[in-house]
């Protein structure tokens, strides 16, 4: 090789290799289209801007109806849409904050309309920050127990943060969670196999297919890891998107929350509760035992 040539080869490849490469990113534009109509229609709750991997993302604040609310639900929409979305969200979003617990719809990562569903394992990762903002600013409004609440895509965003370090949140409700084995990112019934914490898996017994077929791995991986926290409920005649089904889903999710709270994180510690209410231990200890199966046992298996 020629030493011209060589010099060539060098001044074409070295700035190729200095370009940073390409990081999986959100279609920024759509969200910001979507930012848009929301902020403009808005009527529950206030919209909030939030900041996470150098860009600003819209999230919506619906404070408890409570004098002191000191519990708080983040809500994470499924794939390509927003957090009003009129399906599931909108409804968990304002029915939980009318039964006391603060909520922070999050405007989760998306891609353009005609994305496949696989083209979001990149973007899985990028979930992670946005939770953190919004753990942040839900402390930052005096929230001490905070939950994830999430939906389809968003619940496998929700489980592949929450496998890893997540201290700060309490506890997980999946809904309609599915998941698919050929993608580590995605798999979420491995991605059970390390969350330690209480997990409500919520589906409709007429979901999609990909939530359908690993309902018995996702529960076998939870026990496996020994989290005797997970629950699985089956909504009869209900779909994916729980239409139709709105206060079947709030009664469902408001009423596991409020228990699993209570009984694991609201308590911290029995001589509190013995000392006000004059219980000796056996007695606390039977009681919790008995709130404790009522809570994560499905009788019916």
């Not at 993608?183 to 196999?193: A, C, I």
């Not at 994180?265 to 199966?293: D, F, I």
Request: charge should be negative; charged fraction near 20%; proline fraction near 5%.
């Amino acid at each position: 090789m020629s030493q011209r040539l060589f010099t060539r080869l060098v001044l074409i490849f070295i700035p190729l290799l200095l370009v940073a490469p390409n990081l999986p990113a959100s279609d920024f534009a759509k969200e910001q289209r979507w930012a848009e109509q929301i902020v403009d229609m808005l009527i529950e709750g206030d919209a909030v801007w939030l900041e996470a991997g150098g860009h600003r993302f819209l999230a919506i604040y619906t404070q408890a109806q409570a004098d002191d609310p000191k519990r708080g639900v983040i809500v994470m929409h499924g794939i390509g849409v927003h957090p009003n979305w009129d399906q599931v969200i909108y409804p968990l979003r304002t029915g939980l904050a009318e039964r006391g617990m603060s909520t922070l719809s999050l405007q989760m990562p998306i891609l353009p309309n005609e994305a496949e569903a696989i083209e979001y394992a990149p973007l899985i990762a990028t979930a992670g920050p946005r939770i953190e903002a919004g753990i942040r600013f839900l402390k930052a409004k005096g929230v001490a127990e905070i939950v994830i609440a999430a939906h389809s895509l968003g619940a496998t965003m929700a489980a592949h943060y929450l496998a890893g370090e997540a201290a700060d949140v309490r506890a997980l409700v999946a809904i309609g969670m599915g998941g698919r084995s050929d993608e580590p990112r995605m798999d979420t019934v491995s991605l059970l196999g390390r969350i330690h914490i209480p997990v409500l898996d919520l589906y409709g017994s007429d979901d999609l297919p990909q939530v359908l077929r690993s309902v018995a791995q996702r529960a076998t991986a939870a026990r496996a890891a020994g989290n005797k926290a997970y629950r699985e409920i089956r909504v009869a005649d209900t779909n994916h998107f729980f239409d139709g089904k709105d206060d079947v889903l709030l009664d469902t999710v408001s009423d596991w929350l409020a228990a699993a709270l209570w009984t694991m994180l609201l308590v911290p510690n029995w001589e509190n509760l013995t000392g006000e209410c004059g219980w000796s231990t056996r007695q606390y200890v039977r009681w919790m035992k008995t709130v404790a199966k009522r809570t994560f046992i499905d009788e019916s298996e």
